[in-house]
């Protein structure tokens, strides 16, 4: 079967389909994923292992080595029992077998076996081992493993793609989530799913009937207290009183809440509202602007009173002087609570 490259939500997606659906035509019968990312290949299989038990089939598992029999793994795939002709193999870390194991291997999934489902998994690959190779005694290149079957990179989401999985995760459980909590999940915990679906999880529990995972509903799920939030820091910058901000950022800072996550913070703010400030200058209606900075209409007027108290230079030079604060925070040249308590005050004068 010849390949076809999907995204890891894509994957996740059309497997959730195929199990809500009933739709097992729909499984392809090879699916390769490899990457660093284990929570990617772990939901793949938990997705899989859902539908095999749904249309009740069985599930086998290998891991591979330089001395595993490809001959011999071949030939028991295709071979089915008579009371369960449908089954899903798991062959784990594929990357290892030698060149010769790999293009027999190969020769497998030009034609798969039917009622078979295999999933080939590798937590690294050592991409030269998949570069196009000549066949002995011709110019033609040679077949390899990732030309095959339902082909998926398991790395580690960045930016836009992150944000889809956390409202993602958040939507699973019936929820919508404030986008300032998307920010804030993406930063502190780095692009690590497995941690970040466990803060959505806590937060929705948390929330019971309620629809919107907000930032107090995180800042309590994760600390266990709602007196001082990291979310507090930019009402409190765009209303410039100097008092309460300094006294918001000393409790964050005994909390133990890191500069960097502070910082990090109120600079994704900064830059919502500076889009924000150019959306609106643009006459966009309010549909375009909650499109533009990814935020649910029902958020729009408390982002709007917020916009209210800033120009557009202010907005530019204060995100200037976060990337400056960034700079120093992570130089480590001076006192990282005393750059940032210092930096922060600077906002205040829009500096």
């Excluded at 330089?66 to 029992?81: G, H, Y």
């Excluded at 410039?240 to 910082?263: A, D, F, Y």
């Amino acid at each position: 079967m010849a390949k076809h490259e999907v995204k890891p939500l894509e994957l996740l997606r059309e497997l959730k389909t195929i199990y809500s659906d009933g739709t097992k035509e729909k499984l392809a019968p090879v699916y390769i994923i490899y990457g660093e990312e284990f929570y990617i290949r772990e939901r793949a299989l938990q997705r899989l292992k859902q539908i095999m038990t749904k249309f009740n089939g069985s599930i086998e598992r290998v891991t591979f080595d330089n001395k595993t029999d490809i001959a011999d793994f071949i030939n028991n795939l295709n071979e089915v029992s008579m009371f369960n002709s449908f089954k899903l193999v798991i062959a784990s870390e594929f990357s290892d077998l030698k060149s010769e194991q790999m293009d027999k291997l190969t020769e497998y999934l030009k034609d798969p076996a039917p009622n078979v489902v295999l999933l080939l998994l590798s937590y690294k690959i050592d991409k030269r081992k998949f570069k196009d190779k000549k066949e002995k005694g011709t110019s033609k290149s040679k077949p390899n493993l990732l030309e095959y079957g339902v082909v998926c990179e398991g790395r580690y989401p960045k930016d836009d793609e992150l944000a889809m999985w956390i409202k993602g995760f958040a939507t699973e459980r019936g929820k919508t989530i404030d986008p300032q909590v998307v920010s804030f999940l993406s930063i502190k915990y780095d692009g690590e799913l497995s941690r970040i679906e466990k803060e959505v999880e806590k937060a929705a529990l948390y929330i019971g009937a309620n629809k919107v995972i907000t930032s107090k509903d995180i800042e309590f799920t994760a600390t266990g207290v709602s007196t001082c939030s990291i979310f507090d820091i930019t009402p409190v910058l765009a209303t410039k009183k100097r008092k309460e901000l300094l006294e918001r950022l000393q409790k964050l800072l005994n909390g133990g809440e890191s500069p960097v996550l502070i910082n990090m913070t109120v600079m994704n703010q900064i830059k919502r509202l500076l889009l924000g400030h150019d959306i609106l200058l643009s006459k966009a209606g309010d549909s375009e602007l909650a499109k533009a900075i990814k935020i649910p209409p029902y958020f729009l007027q408390d982002f709007k009173r917020e916009l209210r108290n800033y120009k557009r230079e202010d907005l530019v030079n204060m995100y200037k002087r976060c990337m400056n604060i960034d700079s120093e925070l992570k130089s480590a040249r001076r006192d990282k609570e005393d750059v940032l308590v210092s930096g922060m005050m600077n906002l205040l004068a829009r500096k």
